[in-house]
């Protein structure tokens, strides 16, 4: 953030006086409790607005969630543990079941291991933010471990991820660790052909089927953009790789390769097609936010532009709380298990982009961005003759 700019959002706070070692005269004593009591007297400053219309100053709530970052190492620790060791003992019973001739149970056993999995690869998305333990270090070296277990080449990913925080919703710098969004224009103005290779690209079968599989299974054994990239995404790729042959080998060698591959490769597939879902529906709802550079603002997409999936208890815990998707764009160093704590504080931010899991459903036809009206729209509402079209560059693909 520019000192310009967050000199401006201090200005927010300049009626607000907390009284010095303590709050006895009713004003409030942390920088948090600032940004609540602000919000709730003066909500209008910034034109930002969820569905119910309720405004919301994303700059003034980015600046309050800095008490939040501060991570746990011990709550790290029993998370992880919590994580990895039912994942194995899951797996586990799954092979005993193969072994003993049980082929139904060890697909039963597949969902919720598959369910675990998810949860590590949140676990190395937190490590990734530097926000699971307190030291880099570690971090990193977690993030590498899990990477192995999840398939995703750890230092490589990492960066790549950094740049989608850091562009999200932004018309003029997409291509960079998120899902190929064309405007209206820009998909009227291709050709038959390349209509039909975005529609595919879009089919929910190619999506959260086909798409996720040779994601994880093969995309990710080179780098993205390998003409480009430089040495340090090829070393983080290729050792990923190595690690992941050895451990493998070790596991199909002791298990045998035809049960390794019936046990482990269905809880990698179903792994895959949840965490694609996962980060298709934190963005690609109806109500998003996509813009060019000029009205463009890294608070304003990161709370506006990511949804808030609000799905069950249970559900929530094997996500790792990612569904508050809106909080963590706005604040990723906040550890995963503080983001509950987050919506308990600030409730005018629970129905920011709020998505239910019956309303998610509905996402899967959203396939394009209308400028006009400020929403993402079907392929058949984008084909409709009255249907306003914004001014965006033609795509120069074909």
């Excluded at 919590?82 to 003992?89: E, G, M």
């Excluded at 597949?110 to 369910?115: D, I, K, M, T």
């Excluded at 899990?146 to 790549?160: F, H, K, N, Q, S």
């Excluded at 690609?284 to 532009?305: K, R």
Aim: contains cysteine; aromatic residues 10%; glycine residues 8%.
């Amino acid at each position: 953030m520019a000192a310009g700019e967050e000199a401006e959002s201090d200005d927010v706070f300049a009626g607000y006086r907390a009284t010095p070692g303590g709050s006895q005269d009713g004003w409030p004593r942390t920088r948090c409790e600032l940004v609540k009591l602000h919000l709730s007297r003066e909500p209008h400053l910034i034109p930002e607005h969820d569905r119910r219309g309720e405004i919301i100053d994303a700059r003034c709530v980015r600046q309050a969630l800095g008490c939040y970052n501060v991570p746990s190492n011990v709550r790290g620790i029993v998370e992880l543990s919590i994580t990895l060791l039912p994942l194995a003992a899951l797996w586990t019973v799954a092979w005993l079941a193969f072994r003993l001739g049980h082929g139904w149970a060890a697909i039963i056993a597949a969902v919720p291991a598959a369910g675990f999995l998810v949860r590590l690869f949140m676990i190395q998305h937190d490590c990734g933010h530097g926000s699971f333990f307190s030291g880099r270090r570690v971090n990193n070296w977690v993030g590498r471990f899990i990477g192995v277990l999840t398939l995703t080449p750890y230092d490589a990913w990492r960066r790549e991820h950094a740049i989608h925080h850091a562009t999200s919703g932004n018309l003029d710098r997409r291509g960079t660790g998120d899902i190929d969004t064309l405007t209206v224009n820009e998909y009227l103005a291709r050709s038959r052909l390349g209509r039909l290779k975005y529609r595919l690209y879009r089919h929910p079968v190619v999506m959260f089927g086909v798409g996720p599989a040779c994601f994880f299974l093969l995309q990710q054994r080179v780098p993205a953009n390998p003409l480009s990239a430089g040495w340090q995404a090829w070393v983080s790729t290729m050792a990923t790789n190595g690690a992941i042959v050895l451990v493998f080998v070790a596991l199909a060698w002791a298990v045998g390769i035809k049960a390794f591959l019936l046990v482990h490769l269905p809880i990698v597939l179903i792994a895959a097609s949840v965490g694609v879902w996962l980060f298709y529906v934190q963005h690609q709802f109806e109500h998003t936010s996509w813009d060019h550079n000029g009205a463009w603002s890294l608070h304003g997409a990161g709370l506006h532009g990511s949804s808030h999936y609000d799905l069950p208890a249970v559900l929530r815990w094997f996500t790792a709380n990612i569904g508050v998707h809106h909080v963590h764009h706005l604040s990723s160093r906040i550890p995963y298990y503080r983001l509950p704590r987050v919506l308990r504080d600030f409730p005018e931010l629970r129905h920011v982009g709020r998505l239910t899991l019956a309303e998610s459903f509905r996402c899967v036809r959203l396939a394009l961005w209308d400028g006009a009206q400020r929403r993402l729209v079907s392929f058949r509402e984008a084909s409709q003759p009255d249907c306003p079209v914004p001014g965006s560059v033609p795509s120069k693909n074909p």
